[in-house]
């Protein structure tokens, strides 16, 4: 009994010692098989120097050149609204008349006094002629009659005031009033905003001071309108800067023919300066942002003489954009052939293939369908 139960273990460690072998075999010929080559298939561009215009950013704010809350001087009760929200006025136009029924009834009675003493006056000074009247008493008369005049003309101001124009030409925005609505002085009726031109505020570092002069070309570019480009001029500089912030206050001029600009908006503003500057750039796509820099992928050969091509990372400092393009301040030459597609899947010392039959073109007007 007890030897077949020693044939039987050794019978099972024989077993397993043969298995325990194969596998051995089968791992070692694994280890010894070449390992796959990691490769990808990658759109090129190549580093090439441009000209720009040399530019100055900033972010500005739209403002009217001319804007008003339009109110009353004088209190009075709302008798006519001869406006719409958000219409468009001419200098002039009636927008609101208050009630002055009283002061017209006042005005007729002050106008035949003056009339009376216009006529007192001219009797007087004909009975001056004849020795009648001394100078004193025409001199009277005529004061008589100025007054009379002059307490007619206040009264017509008074009509003026409740009678309320549109001070200048523009763009209406909404009612604030109602008919028979009783009005203070100052309150507000509508806002009236000039549209056409219009200005755009901006500050400018201490630095870009020298630069600045009235008549250089602006563009501003509004988030409402993200494929719109606004041309203006600088209009004004201020004298002095903010002592806080060692900036200098610049206004630029819009014409605004079309009205899209509003007081208020928020824009990115470029001013252009007189000389134009050389500068490096690459396709936006080819770089590759993360939290400690961005970088790009260099297409180089796999060793001094070889044609195979491998993926070489560089890390890069990003400058201004135009288009579909990026300026590279540093870590790049003329002439270095970068990734411009796929760099996300790509890895240092990757194995790459080079294919730009199906990748756009980089533009710096770039016209996307459906913008």
């Not at 194969?22 to 561009?45: C, G, H, N, W, Y």
């Not at 003493?117 to 007087?124: D, L, P, S």
């Not at 004909?126 to 007054?147: C, M, R």
């Not at 800067?241 to 206004?251: F, Q």
Request: overall charge neutral; charged content about 20%; cysteine-free.
């Amino acid at each position: 009994m007890i030897r077949k139960l020693i044939i039987g273990i050794l019978i099972v460690l024989v077993v397993v010692a043969a298995l325990a072998t194969v596998k051995i075999m089968q791992i070692r010929t694994l280890i010894s098989m070449p390992k796959p080559t990691e490769s990808a298939t990658v759109a090129t561009a190549v580093v090439h120097q441009e000209t720009w215009p040399n530019l100055l950013l900033a972010v500005g704010s739209v403002s009217a050149a001319q804007g008003v809350i339009v109110s009353p001087e004088i209190a009075g009760k709302v008798s006519e609204i001869a406006f719409e929200s958000g219409g468009a006025v001419q200098a002039g136009d009636l927008l609101v008349r208050l009630d002055t029924s009283e002061e017209e009834a006042q005005l007729r009675s002050a106008e035949a006094q003056a009339d009376l003493a216009k006529i007192t006056a001219e009797r007087q000074r004909k009975l001056q002629a004849d020795k009648t009247v001394s100078q004193s008493e025409v001199d009277q008369a005529d004061a008589n009659w100025k007054q009379a005049a002059a307490n007619a003309d206040n009264i017509k101001a008074i009509i003026q005031k409740k009678t309320i124009r549109a001070p200048f030409a523009g763009k209406l925005g909404i009612r604030l009033v109602n008919l028979g609505e009783q009005l203070d002085a100052g309150k507000g009726i509508v806002s009236l905003q000039a549209m056409s031109p219009i200005f755009v505020d901006f500050s400018l570092p201490q630095q870009e001071f020298a630069q600045l002069k009235t008549g250089l070309k602006v563009l501003a570019v509004a988030d409402s309108y993200p494929t719109n480009q606004f041309d203006g001029e600088i209009s004004a500089i201020n004298p002095d800067l903010d002592t806080g912030t060692r900036s200098v206050r610049v206004r630029a001029k819009f014409a605004n023919a079309d009205e899209l600009l509003h007081a208020g908006m928020f824009v990115r503003v470029s001013v252009i300066l007189p000389q134009e500057e050389p500068v490096l750039v690459i396709p936006s796509t080819a770089i590759l942002s993360n939290p400690y820099g961005d970088s790009v992928f260099k297409v180089v050969p796999d060793g001094a003489n070889s044609t195979n091509l491998v993926a070489e990372q560089a890390f890069i400092r990003a400058g201004r954009t135009r288009g579909d393009y990026v300026v590279v301040e540093s870590g790049l030459k003329a002439g270095d052939r970068v990734a411009a597609a796929g760099v996300f899947k790509l890895r240092n010392h990757m194995s790459l293939q080079e294919n730009n039959e199906m990748t756009p073109k980089a533009s710096q007007t770039p016209t996307p369908p459906n913008s």
